[in-house]
């Protein structure tokens, strides 16, 4: 399984941002598939997940109402849409693949995802 992530740059506060992550393999729609970011000298964090079905989502605290999590499974792509972003925000992102087939379960745990993508970049400037 890969992972490719795009979409990353750098934008303004306030700016919207979208990121794709393009998955191989064909059981992407049995999956839940994970945004997490990491920030310089920060431990990576669990953004937002989305089931396989694309019916349940769920998020941090930190980016609730502002960041969409959403999902193409067609297209074997998973999407976060970034809104009102902050200097916070700032951080690689990074989409991740949930370590069991069909679970009904999401986890904020970053051991609980077992393929990750390469990561891309959003900084936000104040």
């Known amino acids: 399984v890969q992972l490719q992530a795009s979409g990353g740059g750098l934008v303004q506060a306030g700016g919207s941002l979208r990121l794709s992550c393009a998955a191989s393999g064909r059981t992407f729609g049995s999956y839940i598939m994970g945004w997490f970011r990491q920030a310089p000298g920060k431990e990576r964090e669990f953004v937002a997940a989305?089931?396989?079905?694309?019916?349940?989502?769920y998020y941090a605290d930190s980016v609730k109402g502002r960041f969409t999590i959403s999902r193409d499974n067609a297209k074997n792509t998973v999407y976060l849409q970034m809104n009102s972003l902050k200097p916070e925000d700032t951080a690689i992102y990074y989409c991740a693949r949930d370590r069991y087939y069909s679970s009904s379960y999401y986890s904020k745990e970053v051991g609980s995802y077992d393929y990750w993508g390469q990561g891309t970049l959003v900084t936000v400037s104040s």
């Open positions: 989305i089931r396989g079905s694309g019916g349940s989502t």
